[in-house]
C-alpha cells in the first residue's frame, strides 16, 4: 500500500506573502505621489537676516589679506628635455609653488627647493599677468632663492617684521598656492620657535618656526605674516605622514631672510661665516661620545684662520698612532652646541667680520675666546 501523499500549506502561504509585499512596494511610491498636486502652495524666497557688523578680528584678517595678496604671487616651473630620436627640445611642467615680492626692482623671494631642477620658472601677479623669470641665487642650506621679473616695479613689495622678538601664541596667516588654488589663507598660532628640519639630501636647517596655520604642498616660499602684515617667515615644509597639512609647518624666519637674501640678489650666492676650523660628523660623534660630553670637536685650525688668531687647537695625532682631543666648542654667545648642525646654524646668526664669543673646553677645563668670524673659502 503506497503511503499517502499530501501537499504542505506552507509553501503556498509564503509565495502569497512574497507577492504581497512586492505588490505594496509597487504601488506605494504610486500613492503617496498620486496627490502630490493637492500640496502645492506659493512660495518665495526667505528674507536675508541682517548679519551685523564683522567682528573686529574678523575685519582684520579681511583687510590683512587685501593688503598683502598682491604681494604674494604664483610660481611655475617647467624642465627642458631632449627628445632622443628627433633631438628636439621640449619644455614639460615641473611644479608650482608661491612667492612674494621682496622689493620694487622686481625680486621674488621663494624656496629653493621650489625652482632646483628646473630650466624655467614663471610668476603671474595677481592681477593676472605672468612674466618670465631669471634665477638671481640661491642658498640651498636656507632653503631660499631669489627670482627677478623684468620690466619695470611690479606690485608692491611685503612689509618685513622680526623673527628674533616672536612668541609662541602669537597669530600667523599664511598666504600662497597651495595645490594651484592660487591666494588662499589661512590662519593659526606660532607652535614652537627654533626648530629644526632635516630635508631628503640630509641637509639640516635650523631656527625653523613652527606653526599651525595649514600649509600644504604649494604654499612653498609664500609669506607668513604676523597680525600687523608684516613677513615674519617663508613657509617651507610641512611634517605630515599623508602629505598634507596635519597642523605642523615650518618657516624659514625673516631675520634669516633679511640677511640671506641681499646677499643673493648682490653676490648670486650666500657667503657663510667661518671660525677657520675643520671638523667632520663621524669623527664628532665617536670622540664626543667616549668623553661623556656635548659638543663640536675642533679636527684641524687651518693656518692663519681666525680660530688660530684665537688660539684654538685641533688633534694631536700621538707616535703611537693614539690621539688627544684638542679643543672642543660648546657654546657659541653662551647658547649651547651639541652639534655640528647647531654649531653652524649659531655662527649663520652673524655677519662675516663680526666678533663671537666661543666657548672651549680642553682637558676638562673651559675658557671663553673671542673670534672674528671670516668669510667661508
Known sequence: MLPCMTTDPILPRSRYLVIALISILLVWPAMLWADRNSIRESATPRPVVARGDLPADEKATIELFERSRDAVVYISTSERIMDFWSRNIHSIPRGTGSGFIWDEKGHVVTNYHVITGASEARVRLSDGKEYKALLVGASPMHDLAVLKIGGGPKGHPIPLGSSHDLKVGQKTYAIGNPFGLDWSL???????????????????????????????????????????????????????????????????????????????????KYVRPTLGIEIDQNINEFITARLGIKGVVVLKVRPESPAAKAGLKGITINRDRTYSPGDIITAVQGKPVDSIAKLLARLDDFQVGQSVQITVRRHEVEREVTVALSAEM
Open 186 to 268: 589661512t590662519t593659526g598660532i606660532v607652535s614652537a620657535l627654533d626648530r629644526s628640519l632635516t630635508e631628503e639630501s640630509g641637509s639640516v636647517i635650523e631656527h625653523l618656526i613652527q606653526t599651525d596655520a595649514a600649509v600644504n604642498p604649494g604654499n612653498s616660499g609664500g609669506p607668513l605674516l604676523d597680525s600687523a602684515g608684516r613677513l615674519i617667515g617663508v613657509n617651507t615644509a610641512i611634517y605630515s605622514p599623508s602629505g598634507a597639512s596635519a597642523g605642523v609647518g615650518f618657516a624659514v624666519p625673516v631675520d634669516t631672510v633679511n640677511r640671506v637674501v641681499p646677499q643673493l640678489i648682490a653676490h648670486g
